[in-house]
């Protein structure tokens, strides 16, 4: 199956807008893109072998390769937000982007 007919959902990927006295990230988002992507909510192995890196990892976000993504941002789909833990840049072949992430509540 081509990456194409995965990505089967329209989500908008943002940036937050400023940082705190601390450097933290304010928890106001600015838009950076709409994109097509797939969200893949983790299973079985995949979700234990992810637990024992980052317990907090529980889905992957698919999308076409693009610049400029990267922790800080998060995606929204439909009610659903999404933190970025990790951006995996599937085979450094400039084609696809791996995004594990946490759903926030």
Not at 19 to 45: F, K, N
Not at 52 to 78: L, P, S, W
Request: charged share 30%; glycine share 6%.
């Amino acid at each position: 199956m081509s990456l194409a007919s995965k990505l089967n959902r329209r989500i908008s990927i943002l940036t937050p807008v400023g940082v705190d006295e601390v450097g933290q990230p304010l928890d106001q988002y600015h838009p950076v893109a709409d994109t097509w992507a797939s969200i893949e909510p983790l299973r079985g192995r995949e979700l234990f072998s992810a637990m024992q890196v980052n317990a907090e990892v529980t889905t992957r976000i698919r999308i076409r390769y693009r610049e400029g993504i990267d922790r800080t941002m998060i995606a929204r789909y439909g009610g659903s937000e999404f933190e970025f833990l990790y951006v995996i840049h599937t085979d450094f072949s400039k084609k696809e982007l791996q995004i594990m992430c946490k759903e926030r509540q």
